[in-house]
């Protein structure tokens, strides 16, 4: 369902997520899910670039470690940049959404 998601929704879901704390990609495209109750679904062709994409701007880190079930796995951080960034998007996303609710008021 990734392709529904507004564009850079899906950078913003993933720095938040890992500001709970490092987890590779399977994990976090779980953790979106499981968090927004199955609504978002992430899929790989669109995860991996988009985590690629945010490493190579310094906002994430990524280093190879043994995941639960003991197999290795590209492990993704957020940086200080990436919390910087978390929370200018945050700020961002917050002004657009109520500015859409003022319209979306307006018809009623």
Avoid: C, N
């Avoid at 499981?34 to 690629?52: D, F, I, M, R, T």
């Avoid at 190879?64 to 796995?73: I, V």
């Amino acid at each position: 369902m990734a392709d529904d998601l507004l564009q850079g929704t899906l950078d913003l879901l993933v720095l938040k997520v890992l500001a709970l704390g490092p987890l590779h990609g399977y994990g976090i495209a779980q953790r979106i899910r499981q968090v927004s109750k199955e609504v978002l679904q992430v899929q790989q062709g669109s995860l991996y670039p988009a985590l690629h994409r945010l490493e190579k701007r310094g906002w994430l880190t990524a280093s190879w470690e043994e995941s639960e079930t003991g197999r290795p796995a590209k492990f993704y951080k957020l940086s200080a940049k990436g919390r910087k960034q978390l929370a200018e998007e945050e700020k961002t996303w917050a002004r657009m959404s109520a500015a859409i609710a003022l319209i979306l008021q307006s018809a009623e």
